[in-house]
Every structure is written in C-alpha cells, then in structure tokens.
C-alpha cells in the first residue's frame, strides 16, 4: 500500500487542563487504557493481549454460533495464541507494516483471527462484505494495493480467480477451508497456522499508524477507502460504554458483518477492548433463530438494525408470543434513521427502548446517540456524546459553509474535527478527503435538523448516494456495470423508497440502436449486474427509459429522476449543489 | 390447487431465476441451504417468498423459515402446503 497521506489530529498543549464541562477528556479515557502521551498504541494489544495476561484469560472472548447449529467459545487467551500465528504467518510471507490484508468470508472464527492478527504486525485491514461481487472486491483490493486476501475455497473461485491477473499486488490468498488441495496460487491458512509459532507477533504501532480500511460511496467516482489508525482505538473503547451501556461482564451480539464498518468497530474491536462476551452468529437473518438467540445466549446488549428491527416487527405478536428476555438490558440500533413506530414496538416487544445511534465509515465509531440514561425522542438520532462536537451548516457549492443556530432548521450535519476515530484520509484520494472538510469541520453528506433540546433529526442525503438496509450504495459503481453492457447506452441508479430497506437500488437504462427493450433483455441486465456487484449492490429493478435527463454540462440528474418516482413535482427536490 | 413436488421445484425454480437471473438451476445442490449457494440478500429472499405467496398461494410466515432453507426442504413444505390445502 502507498503510504497515505495520514492526517494527524494536533495534539492539545496539556488536554487535562481543559477537560469539557461535563469532565470528559480524550486524553483521560486514552490513560484509562493504560496509554501514554507519545507512547505506542495496538488495536489487537489492547482488545486481546492484554486480557490474556489478565485475570479475565480464560473468559470467552466470542462465542461463535455456526450456520448447522455449532457453538465455539474462543476465550481471550486462545484468541491472542490464534492471532500470534497469524500474525507470525504473515511475517513469514514478508507481509509487514502497511500493506494491505484484505478479508472476505463468512463470521466465522477465522475471520477475527485474520483482522486481530494482522493488526498485531501493523498490516492494513480491509474486511470485505461477503455479498460483494467480483467488480467490488476486484476495485478494492486494487485501489489499496492489497497483498493478501484471508478467503473460502468458493469464494475464490467463483469471485477472485477469474479476475486474479488483474490484481498484481496480490502475493498471497489464503483459504481457511482448503483441505490438501489448495487452488493453484493459493495457500491453505490451517496449514500456515500451525507452522507457525505462537510466539508473541508485535510490530510496535502508534496512534497515528494505519489500521483499518472501510470503503464506503459517494455520488461520483470510485469507493473511497477511509483509513482508520491504531489511536481510534480510544473512541472505540468509549463510545461503546457511553452509547451502547457496554460493560465487561455482558455478553454483547452486534449483530452487523464485519464487512460494514459496524462490524468491525462495534463486531470485533469494541467489545474485546471492553473485556466483554460477544456473540457471532454465522447464519443469515432469521426472526425465530434470532429471537432464540437472544433469549438462549443471554444476550445483555444487542446492537443492531432498522431493517432487521422492521422485519422482526412484520412477523407479527405471534413470533413473541410467550418469550422472556430476562437478560436483555439495553438495545441500539444503527444504519439509519429509526422509525417512531418501530422504537414503540421495541418496548412491547422486549420491555426496552430501542436507543437509535449515528454514525458513518468515516467517524469510525459513534457520533450521536440516545445514550443510556437519557430520555429517548423516538426517530431521533440522539444527541452528541460526550467529546464529539457536532454542528449544522449551511453547504452550498461555492459559497463558504455557515453555521446554522436557528432550531429545527434543515442544514448539514459536520462534526468539529479531532475525535480520535476519525478518518485521517481516502486510500489515494487526497482531493476527495480535503473536500470534505470546511476548515475544521468535518462535512457529513447527511442532512438533519437540530431541535431546541440538541437532539438531531436525520431528514436525508445530500447527495445521490443510496442508503439500503443501512449500507450507503454509490451509484457511480453500480451505474458503471450497466453501461458496460453492449445494450446499454446509459445508465442512472437512484434509491426507490421501500418500507423495509429504507431504499432500494433502482435502475433506469436507454438502450444503444437496436436493442430491444424487452422483459428477456431485462433478465440479461439484471443477471449482468448481480454477477459483477454481487446482490448487495446490484440493482433490485430495472427500468428501461428513452432519455435520462441532464444537467447542461452533461451530468445526469438523478434527483428528477427521483422525483418522478416519486410522482413529485420535478422542481420539489431540494437541488443541493446541483447546477442549474 | 394440489401439484406434484415436480411442478413445485419448477414453479420455485423459475420464481428464482426471475429474481436471480444469473442462477444455473443445474448447479444448485437440493439439500443445501439455498441462500449461501444463491447469492440472495435479505430483499432478495423477501421478494422469492413473496413471489411464492402470489404465485402458489402459499404464504410462508416467518415461523417456518427454518423449515425453507434448503431447495428440497422447501419443495416438501409448498407441496404439503398445497395437498392439505386441496379439497380431498
């Protein structure tokens, strides 16, 4: 990996001096950890190494459920053995400080292994979303120049092998479920595990030193790589005891995949630093098997997501009818807005209030939130937690941004600069990261409204970008696929409206001279897409049109699209930023 | 409406190949779990039980996903599904 523009946060003359009004410092909760000013600092160190010299070694670190009814504990001392020979393997491949490790598989064992591990040795980390389709995986392992990709035998082979040569940064795949007959150009990972010694696998990082790599989309061009540092460990560790009522005797379940950036702050990192229990299910969705779960494995604090909050509601009282969930002590939800009804429904359902939370990739952990003990306003996101300074402003392209006091105004949501899990840059795309910045404010995309009590209010995006079952979809990528396509002239995604989802990706396409625009055509398109973006970022329709329209420059005008979906008039979208 | 269990992997088979239509029904393996061989997200699985329901008259309710998860689980349920609701 290129080394990256790391953006460094200044460090405060003497923070202790000045701590909040309401006592919080960064710099106290940073000692907590046992962190010294100028010292050294390590994810893994710190969520599994130090536990295992502990008292708490031989508590479960994860319970992993498998899909066929499996149940493993790992306990924290087996985990820091698990990760010292990966780590060690990875040393032993010439893999160091920097490069990119990239990871796409199911939650299994395997996957923390690999994450925790290369963290240990300074590697760069990137889970990818197992969904994902060959394109995906293809764009992002090249963009960071990825050197090794942790996968399953079928995963490579239906998704990377066919795309191998296009990836010359790639030196080793490893498979985790490769028994002796490894695909050529890989290297079986149980194989590599146990050559391996167990001895301590440390590269000293520091708190500025890359760690982590979340792609996430914006309107135009490529996903961007939001890297993430060593010292957002500190922002991890305190957001999840503030906004998630986190505490080291609790069995936690997080219930998103690593693949998503919730995953992994809140799914791996979080609750090991914490010391707590966390809970991995490997299965898919499922109302009744979730509900067992919670109730089976005595969950204390479950955070999870509006569409699985939406669908567990749609299967009716029956599903609940008769279940106790004694344990069960504090909910949050994530990925975005939380509707009122569903928050109501929380509190018949499970006696609990179900505290919405905001955050994004490139906050790296949570901003806002209706943390434990305060009122909770049923589809509101929360209110700032304590160290996080969160403004709104008025974004106009051209004109300087200003900050919105009035209550209840819609402006952009922009936070003041120097939380410790904030981004520090887009992996190669200095431009992108420096506009999204207004000095010290950091520019989220997402507009909201602040009420006169300081609780803010998600009102949308101000761009294009789609927002599915809480994952942001770029429509530049998905758009990119179609108009590869030999029938295809162009193409235009917008996100539909959907009950459950939030949105889901819709496609309009005109068609080159010749092709007919026919159901078998649309069937042809549809399976293009979902071959090369896999189901989660391929679109759900396809709609053919005989013009899109267009901005005088060219650009397509997604928002009347939109619009016209919509059945509004074309002129009611708000046109942020958008030419004239 | 009875149909043989025949009829019925076609019917779920051709709803499939609607919503997925990268699949090749030939490569699917009957007695797995459908979802990790089919690539269908959450929306996915929700439209092929809807397309069931409107399709076969079947409503599946989210108690017996678990008895779905696998192409031949899912066939003996829709054809016992559809016999009991048959006039005898």
């Given at each position: 990996?290129?080394?990256?523009?790391?953006?460094?946060?200044?460090?405060?003359?003497?923070?202790?001096?000045?701590?909040?009004?309401d006592?919080?410092s960064?710099?106290?909760?940073?000692?907590?950890?046992?962190?010294?000013?100028?010292g050294?600092?390590?994810i893994?160190?710190?969520?599994?190494?130090?536990?295992?010299?502990?008292?708490?070694?031989?508590?479960?670190?994860?319970?992993?459920?498998?899909?066929?009814?499996?149940?493993?504990?790992?306990?924290?001392?087996?985990?820091?053995?698990?990760?010292?020979?990966?780590?060690?393997?990875?040393?032993?491949?010439?893999?160091?400080?920097?490069?990119?490790?990239?990871?796409?598989?199911?939650?299994?064992?395997?996957?923390?292994?690999?994450?925790?591990?290369?963290?240990?040795i300074?590697?760069?980390?990137?889970?990818?979303?197992?969904?994902?389709?060959?394109?995906?995986i293809?764009n992002?392992?090249?963009?960071?120049?990825?050197?090794?990709?942790?996968?399953t035998?079928?995963?490579?082979?239906?998704?990377?092998?066919?795309?191998?040569?296009?990836?010359?940064?790639?030196?080793?795949?490893?498979?985790?479920?490769?028994?002796?007959?490894?695909?050529?150009?890989?290297?079986?990972?149980?194989?590599?595990?146990?050559?391996?010694?167990?001895?301590p696998?440390?590269?000293?990082?520091?708190?500025?030193?890359?760690?982590l790599?979340?792609?996430?989309?914006?309107?135009?061009?490529?996903?961007?790589?939001?890297?993430?540092v060593?010292?957002?460990?500190?922002?991890h560790?305190?957001?999840?005891?503030?906004?998630?009522?986190?505490?080291?005797?609790?069995?936690?379940?997080?219930?998103?995949?690593?693949?998503?950036?919730?995953?992994?702050?809140?799914?791996?990192?979080?609750?090991?630093?914490?010391?707590?229990?966390?809970?991995?299910?490997?299965?898919?969705?499922?109302?009744?098997?979730w509900?067992?779960?919670l109730?089976?494995?005595?969950?204390?604090?479950?955070?999870?997501?509006?569409?699985?909050?939406?669908?567990?509601?749609?299967?009716?009282?029956?599903?609940?009818?008769?279940?106790?969930?004694?344990?069960?002590?504090?909910?949050?939800?994530?990925?975005?807005?939380l509707?009122?009804?569903?928050?109501?429904?929380?509190?018949?359902?499970?006696?609990?209030?179900?505290?919405?939370?905001?955050?994004?990739?490139?906050?790296?952990?949570?901003?806002?939130?209706?943390?434990?003990g305060q009122?909770?306003?049923?589809?509101?996101?929360?209110?700032?937690?304590?160290?996080?300074?969160?403004?709104?402003?008025?974004?106009?392209?051209?004109?300087?941004?200003?900050?919105?006091?009035?209550?209840?105004?819609?402006?952009?949501?922009?936070?003041?600069?120097g939380?410790?899990?904030?981004?520090?840059?887009?992996?190669?795309?200095?431009?992108?990261?420096?506009?999204?910045?207004?000095?010290?404010?950091?520019?989220?995309?997402?507009?909201?409204?602040?009420?006169?009590?300081?609780?803010?209010?998600?009102?949308?995006?101000?761009?294009?970008?789609?927002?599915?079952?809480?994952?942001?979809?770029?429509?530049?990528?998905?758009?990119?696929?179609?108009?590869?396509?030999?029938?295809?002239?162009?193409?235009?995604?917008?996100?539909?409206?959907?009950?459950?989802?939030?949105?889901?990706?819709?496609?309009?396409?005109?068609?080159?001279h010749?092709?007919?625009?026919?159901?078998?055509?649309?069937?042809?398109?549809?399976?293009?897409a979902?071959?090369?973006?896999?189901?989660?970022?391929?679109?759900?329709?396809?709609?053919?049109?005989?013009?899109?329209?267009?901005?005088?420059?060219?650009k397509?005008?997604?928002?009347?699209?939109?619009?016209?979906?919509?059945?509004?008039?074309e002129?009611?979208?708000?046109?942020?930023?958008?030419?004239? | 409406?009875?149909?043989?269990?025949?009829?019925?992997?076609a019917?779920?088979?051709?709803?499939?190949?609607?919503?997925?239509?990268?699949?090749?029904?030939?490569?699917?393996?009957?007695?797995?779990?459908?979802?990790?061989?089919?690539d269908?997200?959450?929306?996915?699985?929700?439209?092929?039980?809807?397309?069931?329901?409107?399709?076969?008259?079947?409503?599946?309710?989210?108690?017996?996903?678990?008895?779905?998860?696998?192409?031949?689980?899912?066939?003996?349920?829709?054809?016992?599904?559809?016999?009991?609701?048959?006039?005898?």
């Amino acid at each position: 990996m290129k080394p990256p523009p790391i953006r460094r946060l200044p460090a405060p003359a003497d923070p202790d001096d000045a701590p909040a009004a309401d006592g919080f410092s960064w710099a106290a909760v940073a000692r907590e950890l046992g962190l010294t000013p100028g010292g050294g600092v390590n994810i893994a160190e710190l969520a599994v190494d130090r536990h295992a010299r502990s008292a708490i070694a031989d508590k479960a670190a994860f319970r992993f459920l498998g899909a066929a009814g499996a149940r493993r504990e790992v306990s924290y001392r087996e985990l820091a053995e698990l990760t010292d020979r990966f780590g060690n393997a990875l040393t032993a491949l010439g893999i160091g400080r920097g490069d990119g490790v990239f990871v796409l598989c199911g939650r299994v064992c395997e996957l923390y292994v690999a994450v925790l591990g290369a963290l240990k040795i300074g590697a760069v980390v990137s889970p990818l979303f197992p969904s994902f389709g060959p394109e995906p995986i293809r764009n992002r392992i090249a963009q960071a120049a990825g050197k090794v990709l942790v996968t399953t035998a079928a995963a490579y082979r239906r998704k990377v092998a066919p795309l191998r040569g296009e990836l010359p940064s790639l030196q080793h795949v490893l498979l985790i479920d490769a028994a002796g007959d490894a695909d050529a150009g890989t290297l079986e990972l149980h194989a590599l595990l146990r050559a391996a010694p167990a001895t301590p696998a440390r590269v000293p990082t520091g708190p500025d030193d890359p760690a982590l790599l979340h792609f996430t989309s914006g309107t135009t061009g490529q996903p961007k790589g939001a890297l993430h540092v060593h010292g957002a460990v500190v922002g991890h560790y305190a957001s999840a005891r503030r906004a998630l009522d986190l505490h080291p005797d609790d069995v936690f379940w997080c219930t998103a995949d690593p693949g998503w950036v919730t995953g992994t702050s809140y799914g791996i990192v979080a609750p090991l630093v914490i010391g707590a229990t966390s809970i991995v299910d490997e299965a898919d969705f499922d109302p009744l098997r979730w509900l067992g779960i919670l109730a089976g494995e005595r969950v204390n604090v479950w955070y999870t997501a509006p569409t699985a909050l939406r669908l567990l509601l749609k299967a009716g009282p029956e599903l609940l009818a008769g279940r106790r969930f004694p344990d069960l002590r504090f909910i949050a939800s994530v990925g975005e807005a939380l509707n009122p009804e569903a928050v109501r429904w929380g509190q018949e359902a499970f006696g609990q209030t179900i505290h919405d939370t905001w955050w994004q990739s490139e906050t790296g952990g949570i901003m806002i939130a209706n943390a434990a003990g305060q009122p909770v306003r049923p589809g509101s996101m929360g209110r700032p937690l304590p160290g996080v300074v969160a403004r709104v402003v008025r974004h106009v392209e051209g004109e300087p941004v200003t900050l919105i006091e009035t209550p209840d105004t819609v402006g952009e949501l922009a936070l003041e600069a120097g939380w410790p899990s904030m981004f520090r840059g887009y992996l190669g795309q200095p431009g992108r990261y420096r506009e999204s910045f207004a000095g010290d404010l950091y520019l989220s995309g997402d507009l909201v409204r602040r009420d006169a009590d300081g609780y803010y209010w998600f009102v949308g995006r101000r761009d294009d970008v789609i927002k599915s079952a809480g994952h942001l979809i770029g429509p530049c990528e998905v758009e990119s696929v179609l108009m590869a396509h030999p029938a295809v002239a162009e193409a235009a995604v917008i996100g539909k409206p959907d009950a459950l989802a939030g949105e889901v990706v819709k496609a309009f396409v005109t068609l080159r001279h010749g092709a007919r625009p026919d159901d078998a055509l649309r069937l042809e398109l549809l399976a293009h897409a979902r071959r090369r973006l896999g189901a989660a970022v391929a679109p759900k329709e396809i709609a053919f049109v005989l013009e899109l329209p267009h901005t005088r420059s060219g650009k397509i005008m997604r928002r009347r699209l939109k619009a016209r979906e919509l059945g509004l008039p074309e002129d009611d979208m708000p046109a942020w930023g958008e030419e004239k | 409406m009875s149909l043989s269990s025949e009829q019925v992997r076609a019917e779920v088979l051709a709803i499939l190949k609607r919503l997925a239509p990268e699949v090749d029904p030939a490569q699917i393996v009957p007695d797995q779990v459908l979802r990790t061989q089919v690539d269908l997200d959450s929306m996915d699985w929700l439209n092929v039980l809807a397309c069931i329901h409107e399709q076969l008259g079947v409503n599946i309710p989210e108690l017996d996903y678990g008895k779905v998860v696998t192409l031949d689980s899912m066939v003996a349920y829709l054809t016992a599904r559809l016999a009991a609701a048959s006039p005898a």
